[in-house]
């Protein structure tokens, strides 16, 4: 069995905070290379591990010891024979860590250890640790990303992480035989090369995971609003010291906002589209009309992401969030609630409260149902979540979307403070099914 140790530079200030998961003097990242995907016919023959700490630690030192840095280690089998002494040196050292992080071990790496533990006769030592799978934490958010494969290479190429290694495992297994037959510095350069490679991109991808916790976790601050002059609006946009939302407790917590983006041409707006349309083109309006609202976030992500749902296009970059809602002229009717309390006058085409309404010859009046029980309001509208505005509009009862009408005097008057929440919980609903 081959030992192979080195240090390498990291920059933790590129990192996802690792105070989130564990100290980092807890912290073991792993992978393992095999000679094929099925335990009961491959075999391990290098399992390689990542730790902060001191160059001696990798020999039996308390990896908790103070000074040193991000340290590789790699056990490597010369020969199948070896495999035992891999995994129970991999052991010995795990036995130091209380969490082990890896990129979709739970799923293959820890099963085929203990598949082949069971081969070998040697007791799998994984229950005093924490597992932490960054793919699990990811996976669904596939789409989000606009991946067509989750595999690290790709959340590499996402994240604009370079490697030096273009094999994949299953391609290095014939090396790794050749080896065997025939070891050479070169081939055991490129069977060292692709394990280390994927160590070190390991504490480098963990940035993905402000991906979720933006979703699941973050706060946010309203920036403001921004309608064109042609929705009837002034062409200023809303300030946040005119809104009364939740913002007291976000101040230190929250980064330095990202630049506003640039001012767009008018080419750049789509069409404003009637409302009576509205679920025929929602998904793709055209034309020159949208409003942009902007928040801040206390996460920040580390590259640009858009997402378009049910016609609320959003783009998160750095800490900025900038959601683009449609513009939508015409005609929405609002519904009131407590119905039973209006009458409905065909001739008008709307509902009246009884208060009103009683007045009215009973031959022109009928009881308001909850499909009739609503009144007409023709403007700019602009769709938005569900929960949000006290009035809303629709085309038809219990159609989707809701809208509000496109005022940013609305805007300054409403707590904004769960809009992203209620557009993130649809964002989750669509990624998780």
């Known amino acids: ?25 807890e912290i073991l990242f792993f992978d393992i290379e095999t000679t094929g995907f099925s335990a009961k016919t491959a075999e391990i023959y290098l399992i390689g591990c990542v730790w902060y700490g001191r160059p001696e630690d990798g020999a039996g030192s308390d990896p908790s010891s103070s000074g040193g840095g991000w340290q590789l280690i790699q ?17 010995d050292f795990l036995s130091r860590f209380r969490v082990l992080i890896h ?6 790496d820890i099963p085929f250890i203990t598949g082949r533990c069971a081969h070998l006769g040697i007791r799998p030592e994984f229950d005093a640790v924490e597992s932490f799978d960054i793919f699990r934490k990811i996976r669904p958010l596939r789409s989000f990303f606009g991946l067509d494969s989750l595999k690290q290479k790709s959340v590499e190429r996402f994240l604009g992480i370079r ?6 495992g299953g391609q290095l297994i014939e090396v790794y035989r050749e080896y065997v037959s025939h070891p050479t510095p070169a081939r055991l350069h490129l069977l060292l090369l692709h394990n280390a490679d994927d160590l070190r991109g390991m504490p480098e991808i963990l940035p993905i995971l402000f991906y979720p916790d933006l979703l699941t976790r973050a706060e946010f601050r309203f920036l403001g609003i921004d309608i064109p002059e042609s929705a009837g609006n002034r062409p200023e946009a809303a300030s946040p010291n005119d809104i009364s939302s939740s913002e007291d407790h976000l101040d230190a917590d929250f980064p330095d ?26 998904s793709s309006p055209s034309g020159n009309g949208f409003a942009e609202l902007r928040f801040q976030s206390s996460v920040a992500v580390p590259c640009p992401v858009e997402w378009e749902e049910t016609g609320f296009f959003t783009r998160f970059e750095r800490n900025e969030i900038t959601v683009r809602l449609p513009l939508y002229s015409g005609e929405l009717k609002h519904f009131y609630p407590d119905y039973r309390n209006y009458y409905y006058l065909p001739a008008e085409d709307c509902a009246y409260h009884k208060s009103v309404a009683e007045f009215v010859e ?4 009928k009881k308001a149902t909850a499909k009739t029980c609503y009144t007409r309001t023709s403007g700019v509208f602009l769709p938005v979540p569900s929960g949000i505005f006290p009035v809303t509009f629709r085309e038809d009862y219990k159609s989707t979307p809701e809208f509000c009408e496109a005022k940013e005097d609305l805007f300054r008057k409403t707590d904004l ?11 989750r609903a669509k990624l998780l099914n």
């Not at 056990?75 to 052991?91: H, L, N, Q």
């Not at 990129?103 to 293959?108: A, I, S, T």
């Not at 506003?260 to 707006?269: L, S, V």
């Not at 009973?362 to 009046?365: E, F, L, T, V």
């Open 362 to 365: 009973k031959s022109a009046r």
């Open 75 to 91: 056990w490597f089998a010369e020969t199948p024979d070896d495999e035992s002494d891999v995994i129970t040196a991999f052991f």
């Open 417 to 427: 403070s769960g809009f992203l929440p209620c557009l993130f919980s649809g964002i």
């Open 1 to 25: 069995m081959k030992v192979i140790q080195e240090a390498f530079d990291f920059n933790p200030e590129k990192m996802y905070p690792l105070s989130g998961i564990a100290d980092r003097s």
């Open 257 to 282: 906002a990202a630049p506003a983006n640039e001012a767009r041409t008018n080419a750049d707006f789509p069409d404003v589209a009637p409302a009576n349309e509205a679920r025929a083109k929602y």
């Open 103 to 108: 990129f979709n071990g739970d799923m293959f």
């Open 163 to 168: 490697r030096t290694d273009e094999y994949t």
